[in-house]
């Protein structure tokens, strides 16, 4: 049976990578507005109804708007603003983040998509606290960066336009710098972390890909691990955690003794990829670690989460 899909927001860079993804599916009728109609309410109230899935890809304001115009009962939502992401009346689109999330996501009406920098510091940290092995209220920093395409079409725009009075000629920058980035609720609330980490996010000049660190003291725990030990913990996790068609994998340990001077785990590394890869780094001669998620802003921080929620709420094994 085709089932009939409706993107809220499709000309933004979100709705525009999954609508291009979804275009080619004969299992599917994209419900489209024309561009004139794409603000008008009876419109997009008559398109919410009539589908069976409206994907949200809109601003929190929006987003909340959207949702309440959906009166048909079997209509069945992912949102992919910020709006809904530690209400628990929502199921939280990570289907790797723990045993049985995946079939959670199946059976909801209401799934809210994960942020991109969440998911990476959700990725890092919910394995070592669920198994006990970083306590909740650790003090924890998670130093990140993205590619310019995470902050939408005015962000690219100063990336890319050199004629716009907004370009940027910067390289790098941090920002966020009060540490109250609209990601840490999320990440705090998905992680079980108690207190908030100290999150700072920044933007470099590619286009896609992201890196979350989270610098450990191995010495400093409770019960100070080796790198295999903690390496351990992720196979585990994803092991036992993974969904249908897994977007996370672990890869295998990296032990430096040395200086470590060639080795390097690139931004984009995995730019145009729905993965995300877990690095374990360790020296066990300065007992110190850090645990890298990389992967695809728009992929697994965006787009690809969106089209594996999407199949797992239609019942569609192979969806990508």
Known sequence: MVKRVFIDGESGTTGLVIANRLHDRSDLEILRLAPERRKDRAAREDALNSCDLAVLCLPDEA???AVGMVENPAVRILDA?????TDTAWTFGFSEMTKGQAARISEASRVTNPGCYATG???VLRPLIEAGALPADAAVSLPSVSGYTGGGKSLIAAFEDETSPNYLKTGFYEYGLGFQHKHVPEIRH???LTKPPLFVPS????PRGMLVNLPLQLWSLKSPLTGAELHRI???HYAVANGMKSQVRVRPLLTIEGKGAGEKIEADGLAGS???DIHVVWNPKTEQALVVAQFDNLGKGACGAALQNIGLMLGIPDLD
């Open 234 to 236: 992720y196979q585990d």
């Open 63 to 65: 987003s909340i708007e």
């Open 81 to 85: 603003s910020s709006a809904y992401r």
């Open 203 to 206: 933007v470099g000049r590619f």
């Open 274 to 276: 729905d993965f995300l």
């Open 190 to 192: 998905h992680s079980g």
């Open 121 to 123: 510091g959700i990725a």
